[in-house]
């Protein structure tokens, strides 16, 4: 079945430490987006790419970095820069690249800090 | 500053009772306005609305955009115990190409 992959469903971070989570998509979708998700305070956008070998900023990107080398894959790196990683983390795609176009959401991957 | 409010953050109804569930936007360079539906894990897309007063209609559930006030609501009749959930609304920018989304309205339908 065509869908977005998180993994992994849980992670710990201990202080100082960097963590790389996991999305994969098969949906041949164009466009890739993560998001964080704070109680009382919707999904606010980390990165997002439109196409391989580029990504943009979102409104809360500083401690956290992204590379898109395939299409299939957008994996972000919480760095030890960020403060408050604690936090449920969503991966996103959509078949285009405007925001006209629906997202597909993966089953999210829940930070916490030992 | 580009925001999306939702209203009302939380709500407890009956089986067989009909809501409506209010999203209002301030966002630059509007070009969609979506609905999701989130129950413990990933957000599933309900609707999806670019013109005014024209109704999206899907079973017990139903949305309408007004781009003159800047809102859109989604209704959910006979509700049942399923339609528990947390209903999002995105809005899309042509600006960035980006989507703002709401806190969230945390519907519990109790049997």
């Known amino acids: 079945d065509g869908g977005i992959t998180q993994s992994p469903k849980y992670l710990f971070r201990k202080e100082g430490q960097n963590v790389t989570l996991s999305c994969e998509q098969n949906?041949?979708?164009?466009?890739m987006y993560w998001y964080r998700q704070d109680p009382g305070q919707g999904l606010r956008l980390i990165y997002y790419?439109?196409?391989?070998?580029?990504?943009q900023k979102g409104d809360i990107a500083e401690g956290y970095s992204v590379s898109r080398e395939k299409k299939e894959s957008f994996p972000l790196t919480v760095t030890s820069a960020q403060k408050n990683p604690t936090a449920f983390y969503l991966c996103?795609?959509?078949?285009?690249?405007?925001?006209?176009?629906?997202?597909?959401f993966g089953d999210g991957t829940r930070l916490s800090i030992l | 500053e580009d925001k999306v409010v939702q209203s009302p953050l939380s709500l407890v109804v009956h089986e067989g009772d009909t809501v409506t569930l209010n999203c209002s936007y301030e966002?630059?360079?509007?070009?969609?306005l979506l609905w999701y539906k989130q129950e413990k894990k990933a957000p599933t897309f309900l609707f999806m609305l670019?013109?005014?007063?024209i109704e999206k209609k899907s079973g017990r559930l139903s949305s309408i955009l007004d781009k003159k006030e800047l809102f859109s609501i989604l209704n959910i009749t006979a509700t049942q115990t399923g339609d528990s959930a947390v209903y999002l609304c995105?809005?899309?920018?042509?600006?960035?190409?980006?989507?703002?989304f709401g806190t969230g309205t945390s519907l519990t339908v109790i049997p």
């Open positions: 995105a809005v899309g920018s042509n600006t960035g190409n980006q989507f703002y």
């Open positions: 790419s439109q196409i391989v070998n580029d990504f």
């Open positions: 966002v630059t360079n509007f070009r969609s």
């Open positions: 949906l041949n979708h164009d466009a």
């Open positions: 996103a795609s959509s078949i285009g690249r405007g925001a006209h176009q629906p997202q597909h």
């Open positions: 670019t013109s005014s007063g």
